[in-house]
């Protein structure tokens, strides 16, 4: 097995949260407390592994303005390798949600037009960053072409693969990438991305339905399917499997990130030779830590952190992903 960096390929932008401390007002200003924060299920993905003490390189773009400088100076300080990101003219992504008093969603607005315009020649030029990679994570907020030609590169090198599907919508892009041509080490659909993936309707979708929709995805190339599951935990199945995690207990101060980190946590403890159900454990104690905290990613969550809730050692130090 390789033991060289994690290359993780997806979005890049500033989640800009506005909460509102009275009811929304339409065709006129009204008071807000807003931040700023770096976001993206990709950089969100790179920072979380980063921190986790993994080698991660991030592959994407930003603008060439004060957003997009500011969004790599934040990440490559979190220790992520941000040489293969692209810069651009035009304004860096970002995602604008407007929330009510309580935290809810008002709406939400995504613009990423820089990423969206990446074409397969962009994809084809970052194939040499795999030659060394020891796994790819590719995000759907990629046009489906750079993602499948990330996905065939990563197969001719023998590069396991994990594909997050996003969201529901961007999952449905994914549907017709995905066969056995095309092997994905690990999906990670939530129950709308599954259903999206499998063009079924799985809302009310007891667990015996929904572990059939993910061995459909199975025979559909992907090795293993997480199926995240919000407080109930993750459902994850493959080979000898499946096994169920229950979602560690958490005061819930604000879910964005959940499934990001999550995933890195995954991954890191997978990277750092560890069997599944504990890099399952560990996946859900940092999903758990990140809800607990504003913003997509904890700048604290580390493998300290980690060790200090968990009493024991979660990340050995033998790579072997
Ligand atoms: N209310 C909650 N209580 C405890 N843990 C939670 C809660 N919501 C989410 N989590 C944790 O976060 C993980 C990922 O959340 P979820 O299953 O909602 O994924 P997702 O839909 O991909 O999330 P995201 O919107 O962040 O992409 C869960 O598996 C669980 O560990
Ligand atoms: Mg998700």
Redesign the pocket.
């Known amino acids: 097995m390789k033991s060289g960096p994690v290359v993780v390929a997806g979005g890049l932008n500033t989640d800009i949260l506005s909460r509102l401390p009275a009811p929304l007002r339409l065709g006129t200003s009204n008071p807000a407390h807003t931040t700023f924060s770096p976001g993206g299920v990709g950089r969100n993905l790179a920072q979380n592994l980063a921190q986790l003490g993994v080698p991660t390189r991030l592959l994407g773009v930003v603008g060439d303005d004060a957003f997009g400088e500011s969004l790599l100076n934040l990440t490559a300080a979190s220790g992520v390798d941000v040489s293969g990101v692209l810069r651009r003219a035009g304004p860096s992504g970002s995602y604008l949600a407007v929330l009510t008093e309580d935290g809810e969603l008002h709406a939400g607005l995504s613009s990423m037009a820089l990423t969206a315009a990446l074409t397969d020649a962009e994809a084809q030029r970052w194939a040499g960053h795999l030659d060394t990679a020891s796994a790819l994570i590719v995000d759907a907020n990629l046009p489906p072409e750079v993602v499948a030609r990330l996905l065939d590169e990563a197969a001719r090198r023998g590069v396991p693969s994990v594909l997050e599907p996003v969201s529901a919508p961007k999952a449905g892009r994914l549907r017709p990438l995905l066969s056995p041509a095309r092997p994905v080490w690990l999906l990670s659909p939530?129950r709308a991305e599954l259903a999206a993936l499998t063009e079924q309707n799985l809302t009310a979708a007891d667990d015996a339905a929904l572990l059939d929709a993910a061995q459909q995805l199975r025979q559909r190339g992907a090795d293993f399917v997480l199926i995240?599951?919000?407080?109930r935990?993750?459902w994850l199945v493959g080979e000898g499997l499946p096994i169920h995690t229950p979602?560690?207990q958490?005061q819930?101060l604000d879910?964005t990130?959940?499934?990001?980190a999550?995933l890195a946590g995954l991954i890191a403890a997978r990277w750092y030779g560890q069997g599944w159900p504990d890099a399952l454990r560990q996946a859900?104690l940092c999903?758990?830590l990140t809800?607990e905290a504003l913003g997509a990613v904890r700048a604290d969550l580390s493998s300290e952190r980690l060790l200090a809730e968990w009493g024991r050692p979660v990340l050995l130090l033998s790579s072997a992903f």
């Open positions: 939530d995240t599951l919000g407080q935990g993750s979602a560690r958490a819930v879910v990130g959940a499934g990001d999550l859900h999903a758990a809800i």
